[in-house]
Nanobody
């Protein structure tokens, strides 16, 4: 089993910042890419940002470019945590959603169907 646990969500005013974290544990693949998705009420889940196994490649949806930054820790030992972050600056009301992290094969794949493991999500609310 693979577990993904997100944290860091909350309520923030327009223009504010939040930093989301997601830690993977359990029987994770030897190498894996990670991503953030989000789902607003009444809308489909959408890709936000992805990062490659070593963190050398990133990919963003157009609406967050220049405002959000994805990064990751990647230490591999028995006590290490594999964690991905999403630094969100210049938040807008339209960024309000539940944010999910995921594990998959391709860091730049924006299809929900092609990501294998998911966390439970963390709520981000941006007030106007």
């Amino acid at each position: 089993q693979v577990q993904l646990v997100e944290s860091g969500g909350g309520l923030v005013q327009t223009g504010g910042s939040l930093r989301l974290s997601c830690t993977a544990s359990g029987r994770t693949p030897d190498t894996y890419n990670m991503a953030w998705f989000r789902q607003a009420p009444g809308k489909e889940r959408e890709f936000v940002a992805g990062i490659s196994w070593r963190g050398e490649f990133t990919f963003y949806t157009d609406s967050v470019k220049g405002r959000f930054t994805i990064s990751r820790d990647n230490a591999k030992n028995a006590n290490a945590k594999n964690t991905v972050y999403l630094q969100m600056n210049g938040l807008k009301p339209e960024d309000t959603a539940v944010y999910y992290c995921a594990i998959g094969d391709k860091y730049d794949d924006d299809s929900v169907l092609l990501w294998d493991y998911w966390g439970q999500g963390t709520q981000v609310t941006v007030s106007s």
